[in-house]
């Protein structure tokens, strides 16, 4: 049971270039999200996917787009990077409702630290 | 719109208690949490207080939800070297999203 796994681990990419970040959970999930980590900003929302099939915007969804391409991936796709991409990725999944019914635990993958000269 | 604050640093000795200090401008929170974040890896649920609760202790671990005021707290009693990490404050409100704060960088020096 791997969990939420995520690839590249690295990347650097120059002004313009494309690429997709790839995410896949094997905890049989519905929930999946995409985040960015910058310092002192936290843990920022990209676009999240409640279900396959589905996706949704986040608190900052320019200049990304995703695919749910089946229960386990949610891959997040940067078409003409930009240095103010540079980030730290994180994928994660939601699990089974805590507490009463309503919390929220979110398993996070490793992340994806991605460098744009 | 929602918005969770958490000072950047905090640094503490070996053995001493660390107190992390959260605000959040949402009354109609219905959950928050207390994620960590060690070097080079994802964020790990660490604990979590249902709105309803005032005080929530699980082992080494105190919550403190002050509702009126909107500040949560989390204690780590005998804090130990193996602390060190970022803790992120989050809240949700029957959704399916989570609103995390900055980030409380904590320093465990012995």
């Known amino acids: 049971n791997a969990g939420v796994t995520q690839t590249p681990k690295f990347q650097v990419l120059k002004t313009g270039q494309s690429m997709t970040l790839q995410c896949a959970q094997d905890m049989n999930h519905n929930s999946m999200y995409w985040y960015r980590q910058d310092p002192g900003m936290g843990l920022r929302l990209i676009y999240y996917s409640a279900s396959e099939g589905t996706t949704d915007k986040g608190e900052v969804p320019n200049g990304y787009n995703v695919s749910r391409l089946n229960k386990r991936e949610f891959s997040l796709r940067l078409e003409s990077a930009a240095p103010s991409q540079t980030s730290v990725y994180f994928c994660?999944?939601?699990?089974?409702?805590?507490?009463?019914?309503?919390?929220?635990?979110?398993?996070f993958g490793p992340g994806t630290r991605l460098t744009v000269l | 719109g929602e918005d969770v604050e958490q000072s950047l640093f905090l640094s503490v000795r070996e053995g001493d208690s660390s107190v992390i200090n959260c605000t959040y401008t949402d009354s109609s929170s219905t959950y928050l949490y207390w994620y960590k974040q060690e070097p080079g890896a994802g964020l790990q649920l660490l604990t979590y207080?249902?709105?309803?609760?005032d005080m929530k202790q699980d082992q080494r671990l105190t919550v403190l939800l002050n509702k009126k005021d909107k500040h949560l707290s989390l204690r780590i009693a005998d804090t130990q070297t193996g602390d060190s990490a970022i803790y992120f404050c989050a809240e949700s409100h029957y959704t399916d999203k989570l609103i995390f704060g900055t980030g409380t960088r904590l320093q465990v020096f012995p």
């Open positions: 994660a999944s939601r699990g089974q409702p805590i507490g009463s019914g309503g919390g929220n635990e979110q398993f």
């Open positions: 207080i249902f709105s309803n609760m």
